[in-house]
């Protein structure tokens, strides 16, 4: 009898666990600060006039969040890069630019070191979605002033790279692929939900996630997500180095974000995204008939709220 009643009660203990529902949100605390420390390789394969060419790049930042404000809808923040250190490695060779490299005399890592302890503003709701990110540019320009001996050209050059990378539009989207992504109801374990997000490194594209609350401890709620990614205009041209380009690709990205039970913060995400398709450049003086790149890129990420 006894075994029958501690089977029954461990019955009732999972399936109450099984069934208990959450308000999955940020909660954060005015005066804290909270950490986002990224690690993003990519593999880009582009065929050029029938070449083959393969370039791999690495994203590394830390970036600080100090919650100024906060009521019952939003969070303001000052937002302030602790590092970044971009690498690229091509057929033609291997660079490296980074923030601590105070000394080096690339124009690159001298930007990146200006930019770095200069705080710029984000406003956030407690599902994580970024409803404005400003000031940004204005660190960008006032790094790039610092360069006397840049000609106008390459300080358009230089600031257009730096934007794609680190610009109000690729931050919003970098970060709400692990904060956007709360559902607008409470939900169980098991249950899924689906965010619609926009995406800008590099190119403007849609994506649309279901996620799951795959496990609940108390130490961390783990959320899986399964997205499919589109080209927002696949023709529209916008300026790329001096050309017109338009991009027409899909893909794929699977998550598994850990975030902290208390807070919502994330507390460790593994990102795999992949996107196929093509490039194309617009007829110019240079390529009077245009050209069409084919495209694969795989990008795998990794997240944490501890400082790299």
Do not use: C
Request: charged letters at 20%; proline letters at 2%.
């Amino acid at each position: 009898m006894k075994k029958s009643f501690l089977v029954v009660a461990l019955l009732i203990n999972a399936f109450a666990s099984w069934s208990q529902r959450v308000d999955l949100k940020l909660n954060l605390e005015v005066g804290k600060t909270y950490v986002q420390a990224t690690n993003s390789y990519s593999t880009i394969e582009q065929t050029i006039s029938g070449q083959k060419m393969t370039i791999k790049m690495g994203l590394k930042g830390t970036v600080e969040y100090v919650v100024k404000v906060a009521n019952a809808e939003r969070y303001e923040m000052d937002v302030t890069y602790k590092s970044l250190t971009m690498s690229m490695q091509m057929p033609q060779g291997s660079m490296e630019f980074s923030s601590e490299k105070e000394g080096e005399q690339d124009i690159l890592s001298k930007i990146l070191s200006a930019m770095k302890g200069k705080p710029f503003q984000v406003t956030m709701l407690r599902n994580g979605k970024v409803i404005e990110a400003k000031n940004i540019e204005t660190i960008f320009d006032a790094a790039i002033e610092k360069l006397p001996q840049l000609s106008e050209t390459q300080m358009k050059q230089i600031k257009e790279q730096i934007l794609k990378a680190y610009g109000a539009d690729a931050f919003k989207g970098n970060i709400e692929m692990v904060t956007a992504i709360f559902p607008d109801k409470s939900v169980a374990l098991s249950d899924s939900w689906t965010v619609n997000t926009k995406l800008s490194v590099g190119m403007a594209a849609n994506m649309s996630t279901v996620y799951q609350l795959a496990a609940m401890t108390s130490d961390y709620m783990l959320i899986k997500g399964d997205s499919k990614i589109t080209t927002e205009n696949k023709d529209a041209y916008m300026e790329s180095n001096g050309m017109k380009m338009r991009y027409d690709m899909t893909g794929t990205m699977i998550s598994e974000i850990k975030i902290d039970p208390k807070t919502g913060w994330i507390l460790e995400a593994k990102i795999d995204q992949v996107l196929q398709g093509n490039a194309h450049i617009k007829e110019n003086d240079q390529l009077p008939n245009g050209m069409t790149i084919p495209m694969l890129m795989n990008n795998n990420m990794l997240i944490t709220n501890r400082s790299n």
